[in-house]
């Protein structure tokens, strides 16, 4: 009589951590100028920037369509305002942390 | 996909619940509309759903109804025929009562999802932060 051996479970695969490669990173506003290869932190935060500007200027243009009546569905508008507003203070968020590690290495005494 | 997938996808439920929602405020609005035998009757609308690839539903399409319609006899009806039949539309409001209730209700379960959506950004934003 054989036995076979217990198989290992199969289709389990472990979670991956998510990688950041050069090209998927923060797109800018015409979603061409990716993060170079240096990816210094300035880069970044003008990349943020120009991304919640866009995000900014397609909530603005809703807003005009939803007072002059030419609004196709409310749930345009009010969705493209909540993302500008969580853009806006990720954006902010990010710009506070990097004050304050400046301000950390400029407490730094030498 | 974008950081802002759960809005995008939330936002396409409520287009397409909106649509739901158009096309049932017409078919009743439509229900005691009229028409004479000669053309067709006015035809109930509804919409076909269709999951999105990169996640969401849209609409496919729009079908219509029976154009046949129900022959009623209201001889003094303008647009009656000679022998006294107008085409009614084959619209049962109790049908479309039932599907304005599951539109709506699945319209406020979208807008409750972009509302969730909205405290997990928050809830993202909060950390580190302090």
Known sequence: MSVSGIEAVGGFTPLATPQLDATSGVKGAAGSSAVDGSKEFGNLVLDGIDRLQSVQSTSDQLAVKAATGDLDAIHHYTIAASEAAVTTQLTVAVRNKALEAFNEIMRMPV | ?130
Not at chain 2, 48 to 63: P, S
Not at chain 2, 87 to 102: F, K, Y
Request: no cysteine.
């Open chain 2, 1 to 130: 996909m974008g950081a802002f997938d759960m809005l995008r996808i939330a936002g396409s439920s409520l287009g397409f619940h909106q649509t739901w929602l158009d096309t049932l405020a017409n078919n009743i609005a439509n229900v005691n509309t009229i028409k004479p035998t000669s053309g067709s009757a006015f035809q109930a609308q509804g919409v076909i759903a269709q999951a999105q690839q990169g996640g969401g539903v849209a609409v496919a399409g729009i079908t219509q109804g029976d154009p046949t319609g129900r022959l009623e006899y209201q001889p003094d009806h303008p647009l009656a025929d000679a022998n006294g039949y107008v085409r009614a539309p084959e619209i049962d409001m109790a049908t479309q009562m039932t599907e304005l209730v599951m539109a709506q209700r699945g319209f406020q379960a979208s807008v409750q999802v972009t509302k969730d959506a909205q405290e997990t950004y928050q809830s993202a934003l909060s950390i580190g932060r302090g």
